[in-house]
Protein backbone atom coordinates (compact mmCIF):
# COMPACT_ATOMS: atom_id res chain seq x y z
CA UNK A 1 0.00 0.00 0.00
CA UNK A 2 1.27 3.92 -0.75
CA UNK A 3 1.02 5.78 1.94
CA UNK A 4 -0.88 9.34 0.64
CA UNK A 5 1.87 11.52 2.61
CA UNK A 6 4.74 9.22 0.20
CA UNK A 7 2.59 10.20 -2.56
CA UNK A 8 1.82 13.97 -1.87
CA UNK A 9 5.67 14.49 -0.56
CA UNK A 10 6.94 13.13 -4.16
CA UNK A 11 4.48 15.11 -6.25
CA UNK A 12 5.63 18.39 -4.19
CA UNK A 13 9.60 17.72 -5.21
CA UNK A 14 8.71 16.79 -8.48
CA UNK A 15 7.00 19.71 -9.30
CA UNK A 16 9.34 21.87 -7.32
CA UNK A 17 12.33 20.29 -8.91
CA UNK A 18 11.38 19.72 -11.97
CA UNK A 19 12.49 22.29 -14.95
CA UNK A 20 9.67 21.67 -17.58
CA UNK A 21 7.45 23.67 -15.18
CA UNK A 22 9.78 26.03 -15.46
CA UNK A 23 9.82 26.09 -11.46
CA UNK A 24 12.74 27.37 -9.61
CA UNK A 25 13.06 25.85 -6.01
CA UNK A 26 13.47 29.19 -3.15
CA UNK A 27 13.78 28.77 0.01
CA UNK A 28 10.47 30.00 0.67
CA UNK A 29 9.06 27.48 -1.59
CA UNK A 30 10.89 24.91 0.17
CA UNK A 31 9.58 25.88 3.42
CA UNK A 32 5.79 25.32 1.74
CA UNK A 33 7.10 21.97 0.65
CA UNK A 34 8.12 20.98 4.21
CA UNK A 35 4.90 22.15 6.15
CA UNK A 36 2.81 19.93 3.80
CA UNK A 37 4.72 17.04 4.17
CA UNK A 38 4.41 17.70 8.14
CA UNK A 39 0.32 18.09 7.27
CA UNK A 40 0.22 15.06 4.95
CA UNK A 41 2.14 12.79 7.44
CA UNK A 42 -0.20 13.85 9.81
CA UNK A 43 -3.55 13.13 7.99
CA UNK A 44 -2.04 9.90 7.03
CA UNK A 45 -1.26 8.69 10.35
CA UNK A 46 -5.06 9.15 11.45
CA UNK A 47 -5.92 7.66 8.39
CA UNK A 48 -4.05 4.53 9.04
CA UNK A 49 -5.33 4.90 12.55
CA UNK A 50 -8.63 4.93 11.84
CA UNK A 51 -8.10 1.55 9.22
CA UNK A 52 -6.36 -0.36 12.08
CA UNK A 53 -8.78 0.63 14.78
CA UNK A 54 -12.70 1.30 13.96
CA UNK A 55 -13.06 3.11 17.63
CA UNK A 56 -11.09 5.78 16.41
CA UNK A 57 -11.50 9.42 17.35
CA UNK A 58 -14.34 10.35 15.70
CA UNK A 59 -16.84 9.56 18.42
CA UNK A 60 -19.97 7.32 17.43
CA UNK A 61 -23.41 8.97 17.35
CA UNK A 62 -25.43 6.73 19.43
CA UNK A 63 -29.29 6.47 20.91
CA UNK A 64 -29.82 5.27 24.30
CA UNK A 65 -33.48 3.49 25.46
CA UNK A 66 -33.85 2.47 28.64
CA UNK A 67 -36.58 1.86 31.07
CA UNK A 68 -34.49 3.78 33.88
CA UNK A 69 -36.08 3.37 37.72
CA UNK A 70 -37.01 -0.10 37.05
CA UNK A 71 -33.90 -1.30 37.97
CA UNK A 72 -31.21 0.83 38.75
CA UNK A 73 -28.51 -0.65 36.69
CA UNK A 74 -30.25 1.33 33.76
CA UNK A 75 -28.84 4.63 35.85
CA UNK A 76 -25.40 3.04 35.99
CA UNK A 77 -25.43 2.81 32.54
CA UNK A 78 -26.48 6.03 32.30
CA UNK A 79 -23.40 7.23 34.00
CA UNK A 80 -20.97 5.34 32.24
CA UNK A 81 -22.12 6.63 28.70
CA UNK A 82 -21.52 9.88 29.76
CA UNK A 83 -18.60 9.22 30.76
CA UNK A 84 -17.21 7.46 27.41
CA UNK A 85 -16.01 10.04 25.27
CA UNK A 86 -15.93 6.94 22.08
CA UNK A 87 -19.63 8.06 22.22
CA UNK A 88 -21.54 11.01 21.52
CA UNK A 89 -25.31 10.09 22.66
CA UNK A 90 -27.88 12.12 20.43
CA UNK A 91 -31.06 11.14 21.91
CA UNK A 92 -32.10 9.26 25.46
CA UNK A 93 -35.43 7.51 25.31
CA UNK A 94 -37.49 5.72 27.93
CA UNK A 95 -39.78 3.28 27.86
CA UNK A 96 -41.78 1.25 29.66
CA UNK A 97 -45.09 1.87 32.02
CA UNK A 98 -44.71 5.87 32.96
CA UNK A 99 -42.26 6.95 30.44
CA UNK A 100 -42.88 10.83 31.12
CA UNK A 101 -41.96 10.34 34.85
CA UNK A 102 -38.90 8.15 33.73
CA UNK A 103 -38.00 11.65 30.99
CA UNK A 104 -38.15 13.32 34.55
CA UNK A 105 -35.66 11.66 35.92
CA UNK A 106 -33.53 11.28 32.44
CA UNK A 107 -33.98 15.29 32.37
CA UNK A 108 -33.09 16.06 36.01
CA UNK A 109 -29.39 13.50 35.67
CA UNK A 110 -28.64 15.24 32.72
CA UNK A 111 -29.47 18.42 34.66
CA UNK A 112 -27.17 17.76 37.22
CA UNK A 113 -24.36 16.82 35.44
CA UNK A 114 -24.19 20.03 32.88
CA UNK A 115 -25.70 17.53 30.06
CA UNK A 116 -28.36 19.05 28.62
CA UNK A 117 -27.25 19.28 25.14
CA UNK A 118 -28.53 16.09 24.99
CA UNK A 119 -32.31 15.43 24.00
CA UNK A 120 -34.60 13.38 25.97
CA UNK A 121 -37.67 11.35 24.32
CA UNK A 122 -41.14 10.48 25.98
CA UNK A 123 -41.85 6.55 24.64
CA UNK A 124 -44.70 4.52 24.46
CA UNK A 125 -46.69 5.04 27.02
CA UNK A 126 -47.85 1.87 28.72
CA UNK A 127 -50.89 1.18 31.79
CA UNK A 128 -48.89 0.90 35.29
CA UNK A 129 -46.78 3.00 37.70
CA UNK A 130 -42.44 3.18 37.94
CA UNK A 131 -41.74 3.39 40.58
CA UNK A 132 -38.45 2.57 42.86
CA UNK A 133 -36.50 5.74 41.30
CA UNK A 134 -39.31 8.22 39.99
CA UNK A 135 -39.55 10.06 43.39
CA UNK A 136 -36.34 11.49 43.03
CA UNK A 137 -37.25 13.57 40.52
CA UNK A 138 -41.35 13.80 41.63
CA UNK A 139 -40.40 17.71 42.45
CA UNK A 140 -38.48 18.38 38.17
CA UNK A 141 -40.49 20.16 35.95
CA UNK A 142 -40.10 18.33 32.48
CA UNK A 143 -40.83 21.58 31.20
CA UNK A 144 -37.42 23.49 32.81
CA UNK A 145 -34.88 21.16 30.73
CA UNK A 146 -32.67 23.21 29.28
CA UNK A 147 -32.54 20.74 25.99
CA UNK A 148 -34.77 19.51 23.68
CA UNK A 149 -37.95 17.31 25.09
CA UNK A 150 -39.78 15.30 22.42
CA UNK A 151 -43.27 14.19 23.69
CA UNK A 152 -42.70 11.60 20.77
CA UNK A 153 -39.62 9.96 21.67
CA UNK A 154 -40.32 7.39 18.74
CA UNK A 155 -40.74 9.51 16.26
CA UNK A 156 -36.83 11.12 17.58
CA UNK A 157 -35.53 8.07 17.25
CA UNK A 158 -36.37 7.60 13.38
CA UNK A 159 -35.51 10.92 12.74
CA UNK A 160 -32.42 10.92 14.53
CA UNK A 161 -31.23 8.06 12.71
CA UNK A 162 -32.45 9.48 9.41
CA UNK A 163 -31.26 12.31 9.45
CA UNK A 164 -27.41 11.26 10.84
CA UNK A 165 -24.72 11.46 7.75
CA UNK A 166 -22.99 8.60 9.37
CA UNK A 167 -24.41 4.82 11.02
CA UNK A 168 -25.97 5.20 14.39
CA UNK A 169 -25.57 3.12 17.32
CA UNK A 170 -28.88 1.94 19.01
CA UNK A 171 -28.19 0.82 22.28
CA UNK A 172 -31.25 -0.66 24.06
CA UNK A 173 -31.46 -1.77 27.58
CA UNK A 174 -34.88 -3.08 28.24
CA UNK A 175 -37.98 -4.45 26.94
CA UNK A 176 -38.14 -3.09 23.22
CA UNK A 177 -41.42 -1.45 22.48
CA UNK A 178 -39.82 1.87 21.45
CA UNK A 179 -37.92 0.41 18.64
CA UNK A 180 -40.25 -2.22 17.61
CA UNK A 181 -42.87 0.43 17.02
CA UNK A 182 -40.13 2.64 14.95
CA UNK A 183 -39.48 0.06 13.37
CA UNK A 184 -42.93 -0.42 12.19
CA UNK A 185 -43.20 3.35 11.17
CA UNK A 186 -40.18 3.39 9.37
CA UNK A 187 -38.33 -0.23 8.79
CA UNK A 188 -35.73 1.71 6.80
CA UNK A 189 -34.31 2.87 10.35
CA UNK A 190 -32.72 -0.90 10.36
CA UNK A 191 -30.05 0.23 7.26
CA UNK A 192 -28.72 2.94 8.63
CA UNK A 193 -28.29 1.99 12.40
CA UNK A 194 -26.22 -0.90 14.14
CA UNK A 195 -27.85 -2.10 17.26
CA UNK A 196 -26.56 -3.27 20.74
CA UNK A 197 -28.36 -4.66 23.58
CA UNK A 198 -28.61 -6.01 26.92
CA UNK A 199 -31.10 -8.92 25.89
CA UNK A 200 -31.43 -12.86 26.45
CA UNK A 201 -30.10 -15.90 27.67
CA UNK A 202 -27.94 -17.89 25.22
CA UNK A 203 -25.78 -20.56 27.85
CA UNK A 204 -25.88 -19.18 31.23
CA UNK A 205 -29.31 -18.00 32.86
CA UNK A 206 -29.59 -15.70 36.03
CA UNK A 207 -27.12 -15.84 38.90
CA UNK A 208 -24.78 -17.91 36.57
CA UNK A 209 -26.63 -20.84 36.36
CA UNK A 210 -25.79 -23.29 34.33
CA UNK A 211 -29.25 -23.20 32.37
CA UNK A 212 -30.56 -20.47 30.63
CA UNK A 213 -33.36 -18.46 31.55
CA UNK A 214 -35.90 -15.77 29.80
CA UNK A 215 -34.34 -13.23 30.50
CA UNK A 216 -36.52 -10.01 31.45
CA UNK A 217 -35.72 -7.37 28.75
CA UNK A 218 -37.09 -10.09 26.10
CA UNK A 219 -39.88 -11.68 28.33
CA UNK A 220 -41.27 -8.06 29.14
CA UNK A 221 -42.28 -7.94 25.46
CA UNK A 222 -41.58 -10.96 23.14
CA UNK A 223 -43.58 -9.41 20.28
CA UNK A 224 -41.16 -5.95 20.15
CA UNK A 225 -38.41 -8.36 20.15
CA UNK A 226 -39.07 -10.85 17.68
CA UNK A 227 -39.66 -7.78 15.66
CA UNK A 228 -35.94 -5.88 16.31
CA UNK A 229 -34.13 -9.77 16.26
CA UNK A 230 -35.75 -9.78 13.20
CA UNK A 231 -34.91 -6.77 11.26
CA UNK A 232 -31.91 -6.59 9.09
CA UNK A 233 -29.54 -4.41 10.96
CA UNK A 234 -26.53 -5.91 12.24
CA UNK A 235 -27.11 -6.69 16.03
CA UNK A 236 -24.91 -7.03 19.16
CA UNK A 237 -25.94 -8.41 22.33
CA UNK A 238 -24.73 -8.70 26.27
CA UNK A 239 -27.14 -11.91 27.31
CA UNK A 240 -26.83 -12.97 31.30
CA UNK A 241 -24.64 -15.07 30.41
CA UNK A 242 -21.84 -11.90 30.75
CA UNK A 243 -24.40 -9.18 31.59
CA UNK A 244 -25.16 -11.22 34.63
CA UNK A 245 -21.84 -11.83 36.35
CA UNK A 246 -20.94 -7.83 37.08
CA UNK A 247 -21.36 -6.39 40.45
CA UNK A 248 -19.25 -4.23 42.18
CA UNK A 249 -17.61 -4.89 45.56
CA UNK A 250 -14.80 -4.51 47.81
CA UNK A 251 -11.85 -1.90 46.70
CA UNK A 252 -13.36 -1.25 43.05
CA UNK A 253 -17.12 -0.06 44.69
CA UNK A 254 -15.36 1.89 47.77
CA UNK A 255 -13.70 3.77 44.94
CA UNK A 256 -16.91 4.89 43.23
CA UNK A 257 -18.81 5.23 46.76
CA UNK A 258 -16.04 7.47 47.61
CA UNK A 259 -15.40 9.55 44.64
CA UNK A 260 -17.66 12.91 44.47
CA UNK A 261 -18.03 13.99 41.15
CA UNK A 262 -21.16 15.01 39.39
CA UNK A 263 -21.87 11.70 37.96
CA UNK A 264 -21.56 9.51 40.99
CA UNK A 265 -23.00 11.77 43.62
CA UNK A 266 -26.39 11.57 41.13
CA UNK A 267 -26.07 7.74 40.86
CA UNK A 268 -25.59 7.06 44.73
CA UNK A 269 -28.51 9.15 45.06
CA UNK A 270 -30.71 7.26 43.14
CA UNK A 271 -29.16 4.48 44.23
CA UNK A 272 -30.52 5.15 47.42
CA UNK A 273 -33.65 5.95 46.75
CA UNK A 274 -34.40 2.91 44.65
CA UNK A 275 -32.88 0.54 47.50
CA UNK A 276 -35.41 1.80 50.05
CA UNK A 277 -38.04 1.82 47.81
CA UNK A 278 -37.75 -1.82 47.08
CA UNK A 279 -38.13 -2.04 50.98
CA UNK A 280 -41.70 -0.32 51.29
CA UNK A 281 -43.22 -3.78 51.55
CA UNK A 282 -41.45 -5.19 54.01
CA UNK A 283 -43.45 -5.41 57.05
CA UNK A 284 -40.96 -6.74 59.52
CA UNK A 285 -39.20 -3.21 59.57
CA UNK A 286 -39.84 0.47 60.19
CA UNK A 287 -38.95 3.22 58.47
CA UNK A 288 -36.22 3.80 60.31
CA UNK A 289 -34.76 0.21 60.01
CA UNK A 290 -35.22 0.68 56.23
CA UNK A 291 -32.95 3.47 56.37
CA UNK A 292 -30.60 1.47 58.47
CA UNK A 293 -31.38 -1.93 56.03
CA UNK A 294 -30.06 1.29 52.84
CA UNK A 295 -27.23 2.13 54.43
CA UNK A 296 -25.72 -1.42 54.86
CA UNK A 297 -26.21 -1.98 51.55
CA UNK A 298 -24.57 1.07 50.42
CA UNK A 299 -21.76 1.03 51.90
CA UNK A 300 -20.80 -2.61 50.86
CA UNK A 301 -21.47 -3.26 46.77
CA UNK A 302 -23.53 -2.61 43.61
CA UNK A 303 -26.40 -4.66 42.55
CA UNK A 304 -26.01 -6.99 39.45
CA UNK A 305 -25.14 -4.06 36.89
CA UNK A 306 -26.39 -5.76 33.79
CA UNK A 307 -26.95 -2.40 31.48
CA UNK A 308 -23.68 -1.10 31.94
CA UNK A 309 -22.28 -4.20 29.21
CA UNK A 310 -24.01 -2.75 26.56
CA UNK A 311 -22.73 0.32 27.01
CA UNK A 312 -19.47 -0.97 27.02
CA UNK A 313 -20.04 -3.28 23.52
CA UNK A 314 -20.37 -0.05 22.14
CA UNK A 315 -17.23 0.96 23.10
CA UNK A 316 -15.29 -2.27 22.88
CA UNK A 317 -15.37 -5.67 22.48
CA UNK A 318 -11.77 -6.93 23.67
CA UNK A 319 -12.82 -8.31 27.33
CA UNK A 320 -15.63 -10.20 26.08
CA UNK A 321 -15.67 -13.66 23.67
CA UNK A 322 -18.02 -13.25 21.01
CA UNK A 323 -19.94 -15.40 19.05
CA UNK A 324 -22.19 -15.40 16.21
CA UNK A 325 -25.22 -17.38 16.53
CA UNK A 326 -28.58 -18.26 14.92
CA UNK A 327 -31.06 -16.51 17.88
CA UNK A 328 -34.80 -16.88 17.41
CA UNK A 329 -37.31 -15.32 20.21
CA UNK A 330 -39.78 -17.81 21.39
CA UNK A 331 -43.47 -16.64 22.64
CA UNK A 332 -42.20 -17.30 26.37
CA UNK A 333 -39.20 -15.17 25.67
CA UNK A 334 -36.52 -16.90 25.63
CA UNK A 335 -33.29 -16.67 23.06
CA UNK A 336 -32.98 -19.57 21.47
CA UNK A 337 -29.79 -20.96 19.26
CA UNK A 338 -31.96 -22.40 16.26
CA UNK A 339 -30.11 -23.03 12.37
CA UNK A 340 -32.33 -20.66 10.15
CA UNK A 341 -32.67 -17.98 12.40
CA UNK A 342 -31.02 -14.27 12.35
CA UNK A 343 -27.18 -14.30 13.07
CA UNK A 344 -26.53 -12.14 16.15
CA UNK A 345 -22.80 -11.03 17.52
CA UNK A 346 -23.48 -12.70 21.36
CA UNK A 347 -20.75 -11.53 24.15
CA UNK A 348 -21.13 -15.15 25.42
CA UNK A 349 -18.21 -14.84 28.09
CA UNK A 350 -15.62 -13.05 29.84
CA UNK A 351 -12.04 -13.28 28.54
CA UNK A 352 -11.58 -10.73 32.30
CA UNK A 353 -14.08 -9.79 34.05
CA UNK A 354 -11.74 -8.13 36.62
CA UNK A 355 -10.80 -6.18 34.02
CA UNK A 356 -14.10 -4.90 33.01
CA UNK A 357 -15.06 -4.19 36.44
CA UNK A 358 -12.06 -2.13 36.73
CA UNK A 359 -13.18 -0.60 33.40
CA UNK A 360 -16.36 0.18 34.59
CA UNK A 361 -14.74 2.16 37.56
CA UNK A 362 -12.15 3.91 35.85
CA UNK A 363 -14.88 5.54 33.98
CA UNK A 364 -17.29 6.63 36.38
CA UNK A 365 -14.66 8.15 38.97
CA UNK A 366 -12.71 10.17 36.03
Same mark, same amino acid.
Given at each position: ? &? ?27 ? %???? %?????? %? ?49 ? &? ?49 ? *? ?56 ? *? ?62 ? *? ?26 ? %??? $? ?59 ? $? ?9
Amino acid at each position: M &IRPSLISVGCILRVISSRRFGVRCTPYML %LLAL %LAVVVN %LGLARRLESAVRNPQSEVPVPVIFDTDICDDIDDTWALGVLLQSPELDCKL &ITTAVRDTEAKAKVVAKFLDKVGRTDIPVGIGVKQSGDSWRQTGWAKDYDL *SSYRGKVHKDGVQAIIDTIMNSPTRVTLIAVGPLPNIAEALKREPRIAEKADFVGMHG *SVYIGYNGKDKPDAEYNVAANAEAAKRVFTAPWPMTITPLDTCGLVALTGDKYQKVLKRNNAVT *SNLLENYRIWYKDGLRDRKDVDDAGRNR %LTD $EKLSKSSTTLFDTVAIYLAVSRQLVEMEQLPIRITDDGFTRVENGAKMVNCAVKWKDLDGY $ESWLVERLTK
